[in-house]
């Protein structure tokens, strides 16, 4: 069995393919490009699969192993994000459309996953009993 870390791959992973699907779905029926909405989508996707996986295995552990994949999974996205943008926008319209669209696909499902994922990983290693200090 996995540990924190692969559970939380495997799960976001099927988070991130849905999203895809979604993605690709949305951006055939609006007429717009593939090829951008899977570049902004897969950079994204494959980042905070990543991020959110080594921040899983480090979650609740002594050290700054969770706070530096917390700022890898930033920077990466940031960088990636504004790269790849600038070469969608010598493109063309339809090309940042679906980029944009893409990179909300890769992003947004992953980070309500992630949220809810830690929300429910920090309550679940609270003592139960009600303590509160």
């Known amino acids: 069995m996995p540990g924190r870390g692969g559970r939380f791959v495997l799960a ?12 690709l779905a949305a951006t055939r029926s609006a007429g717009g490009s593939e090829s951008w909405a899977l570049a902004g989508w897969g950079p994204m996707a494959a980042i905070a699969v990543g991020s959110g996986g080594a921040m899983a295995a480090r979650h609740g552990r002594p050290g700054s192993g969770f706070l530096a994949a917390l700022a890898v999974g930033m920077l990466s996205r940031l960088t990636v994000a504004a790269a790849l943008g600038l070469v969608a926008t010598r493109a063309g319209e339809t090309a940042v459309l679906s980029y944009v669209a893409g990179l ?3 992003f947004l499902p992953l980070q309500a996953f992630e949220v809810v994922w830690f929300y429910r990983a920090a309550h679940a290693a609270r003592p139960s009993g009600g303590e509160a200090r």
């Open 12 to 23: 976001a992973s099927a988070v991130a393919v849905a999203a895809g699907v979604v993605l």
């Open 104 to 106: 909300a696909a890769g």
